[in-house]
T-cell receptor, first 109, second 114 residues
Framework: RKEVEQDPGPFNVPEGATVAFNCTYS??????FFWYRQDCRKEPKLLMS???SGNEDGRFTAQLNRASQYISLLIRDSKLSDSATYLC??????????FGTGTRLTVIP | GAGVSQSPSNKVTEKGKDVELRCDPISGHTALYWYRQSLGQGLEFLIY????????KSGLPSDRFSAERTGGSVSTLTIQRTQQEDSAVYLC????????????FGSGTRLTVV
């Protein structure tokens, strides 16, 4: 079983829609969680950390569900510019960090 | 520097040649990571440095790959006797301290082995 798994998508949603992605992790001792955004042919960029209590940054909300071992990213009022691949990253130990393979989102006009 | 700088941005090399990729992390960042990403694929971990030492080399695909970091700053990833399957984007990331917070990635080196 992979350390981190994501639905590759693609998720095709209309502008203004709300969309959510999940990222499941296999190690219950995982400690830190992050979402990155990667545009086509660009490097990944940190979108937000995921805190135990959940956190929000504008239209983006990240949540952690330790019981079911997944993190989620919710995007409200989708914009065309949100089209990208969203990668999750999970830290299990000091040197053990794993990326998911990413979920591709396309926002359609 | 202000961001993570990688060079060259693009490299085309003939099969069997050696290549050297360079990463200059954000000033003061002690942790440095190398990943590679093939077309349409996820990030494959290669090696991680804390300062000048590499506690985790487990991701290096073969003994043709090596990396070093000097002065706690610049790192080079060397691929000897390149093969076509080495073609990928090689990404470097740095972090103020191992395991804490998110990474800042460089824009990568796109390696094509012909």
């Amino acid at each position: 079983r992979k350390e981190v798994e994501q639905d590759p998508g693609p998720f095709n949603v209309p502008e203004g829609a709300t969309v959510a992605f999940n990222c499941t992790y296999s190690n219950s001792a995982s400690q830190s969680f992050f979402w990155y955004r990667q545009d086509c042919r660009k490097e990944p960029k940190l979108l937000m950390s995921v805190y135990s209590s959940g956190n929000e940054d504008g239209r983006f909300t990240a949540q952690l569900n330790r019981a079911s071992q997944y993190i989620s990213l919710l995007i409200r009022d989708s914009k065309l510019s949100d089209s990208a691949t969203y990668l999750c990253k999970v830290r299990t130990g000091a040197n053990n960090l794993f990326f998911g393979t990413g979920t591709r989102l396309t926002v359609i006009p | 520097g202000a961001g993570v700088s990688q060079s060259p941005s693009n490299k085309v090399t003939e099969k069997g040649k050696d290549v050297e990729l360079r990463c200059d992390p954000i000033s003061g960042h002690t942790a440095l990571y190398w990943y590679r990403q093939s077309l349409g694929q996820g990030l494959e971990f290669l090696i991680y440095f804390q300062g000048n030492s590499a506690p985790d080399k487990s991701g290096l695909p073969s003994d043709r790959f090596s990396a070093e970091r000097t002065g706690g700053s610049v790192s080079t990833l060397t691929i000897q006797r390149t093969q076509q399957e080495d073609s990928a984007v090689y990404l470097c990331a740095s972090n103020p301290r191992s395991g804490l917070g998110g990474y800042t990635f460089g824009s990568g080196t796109r390696l094509t082995v012909v």
